[in-house]
């Protein structure tokens, strides 16, 4: 149970400001014939969308802080974003799951004020994809 929690928190953190990297530590637990994959990745994509969900919010609420040195993106990093999400509207949020960028898409979605019933589905749709196909990629890896 502790194992579906540290995958949960440690999705959860790098989605947001932290410079962590889920993938290893899920694959890490995959590994392991006790846990279920299932579970792993369940926890994985609720702790990722969590966390994009912190980003939108912080686009949200706190943008008027964006010249602080602890704001989590950058100017230029947000700047990116918002043209990109400009550009191709809510369906980017499908992207969240990139690193750096994938951030400021959140937070500029948060920024324009994106409703929560677009955010969410679109995010966890991108978010459990991408941790879906890691854990088949690591699946077809050990099996050939």
């Known amino acids: ?24 530590l899920l694959l ?6 006790l846990l279920s994959v299932f579970f792993l990745w369940f926890w994985a ?46 369906w980017s949020l499908l992207f969240t799951w990139l690193p750096v960028v994938g951030d400021g898409i959140a937070l500029v979605s948060g920024v324009l004020r994106t409703p929560l019933r677009y955010f969410l589905p679109l995010v966890l749709v991108g978010k459990a994809a991408r941790y879906a196909l890691i854990l088949w990629g690591q699946h077809l890896f050990l099996t050939t």
Do not use: C
């Open 28 to 33: 890490y637990y995959a590994n392991d014939a």
């Open 45 to 90: 994509s609720l702790g990722n969308t969590l966390g994009g969900v912190t980003n939108w919010w912080l686009g949200r609420y706190l943008v008027r802080y964006e010249h602080k040195k602890w704001f989590p993106v950058s100017a230029n990093a947000r700047q990116k974003a918002e043209r990109f999400f400009n550009r191709y509207g809510v």
């Open 1 to 24: 149970m502790l194992d579906y929690f540290l995958v949960l928190m440690v999705s959860f953190l790098s989605a947001t400001i932290l410079p962590l990297g889920s993938e290893g």
